[in-house]
């Protein structure tokens, strides 16, 4: 029942982080696909993010690990291949050589990383050193995506996204407040639902726990396609796979380091499979 309420609080509050941040980014004069890239996506990805918070305070690496390659896994397989469904994806070639190669980066560096290929810290460990690195990472495809797509907006609209600016703070502290609530019960009614059946923690993660904190991009994504945004159903879905391994595999990391086991290593190569498999769908049309 508390993995239920979890879910609805994540929810409900990542859906006012996502609109009431949008206005604000309106302001910064930001175009529809860095909006996708970033600000809906990284509000989209806030369930994930506290859920691995508390996941990281507790230790619990296999829902740390398991919740960001889940989710990664849901968002290309299952929310872009709706959205495709319901409205076909056109990319432009901007997108296409520019940001989906840092969703192949993210998904490789995690997999360098978790088996020492760099020679950090001991095998099968992500330590705070390499937390380090990746939220570095997440600061450099920052930085790239802002050089590149950022634009000017007009007076009107401008005018327009100066109304009602400390209703969506307020709103925006809702959302957090939701979402740390929602993260808290979703973590710890996990770890009691993995014990108490015998199943794995990271089976847990990466299945109900992945596609929970995975609904915000469901619903964005969807709304999107529906619309016939590409930028942002797109968007979305990219900038969410970064945000989850560069800032959130990072922050997770630095808070405790995340000790990945056999089946972990399995869940990332897949990861890196389908990331390639995207970019190749994107290339042959």
């Known amino acids: 029942m508390l993995l239920v309420i979890g879910f609805i609080l994540l929810i409900f509050g990542a859906n006012r982080l996502v609109d009431s941040s949008s206005l604000l980014a309106k302001r910064l004069g930001v175009s529809d696909i860095a909006i996708g890239l970033t600000i809906v996506a990284f509000g989209t990805s806030s369930p994930e993010l506290v859920v691995n918070i508390f996941a990281s305070v507790n230790k619990?690496?296999?829902i740390v690990l398991g919740n960001i390659i889940g989710s990664n896994i849901f968002n290309i397989l299952i929310?872009?291949?709706?959205?495709?469904?319901?409205?076909?994806?056109?990319?432009?070639?901007?997108?296409?050589?520019k940001e989906i190669p840092f969703t192949i980066i993210s998904?490789?560096?995690?997999?360098?990383?978790?088996?020492?290929?760099?020679?950090?810290?001991?095998?099968?460990?992500?330590?705070?050193?390499e937390g380090i690195i990746l939220l570095l990472f997440f600061a450099m495809f920052l930085y790239y995506t802002f050089t590149i797509m950022k634009k000017g907006v007009d007076k009107e609209e401008a005018l327009i996204n100066n109304k009602g600016v400390l209703y969506h703070l307020f709103f925006i502290i809702l959302g957090i407040i939701l979402l740390t609530i929602g993260g808290k019960l979703i973590v710890d009614d996990a770890t009691s639902l993995a014990t108490k059946l015998g199943i794995s923690q990271r089976m847990i993660a990466i299945t109900i726990v992945a596609f929970g904190t995975s609904l915000p991009e469901l619903a964005t994504s969807v709304v999107a396609a529906i619309k016939k945004n590409s930028d942002i159903a797109v968007g979305n879905i990219l900038g969410s796979n970064v945000f989850n391994i560069f800032f959130i595999g990072g922050l997770s990391a630095i808070i405790n380091p995340v000790k990945v086991s056999k089946g972990g290593n399995f869940d990332l190569i897949i990861n890196i499979v389908i990331t390639?498999?995207?970019f190749l769908l994107f290339i042959t049309g």
């Open 60 to 62: 619990n690496s296999d």
């Open 79 to 97: 929310i872009l291949g709706i959205s495709a469904i319901i409205y076909p994806i056109n990319i432009n070639k901007n997108t296409l050589f």
């Open 107 to 129: 998904a490789v560096l995690i997999f360098i990383l978790s088996n020492n290929l760099f020679v950090i810290e001991n095998d099968y460990i992500i330590s705070r050193k």
């Open 276 to 278: 390639v498999i995207l």
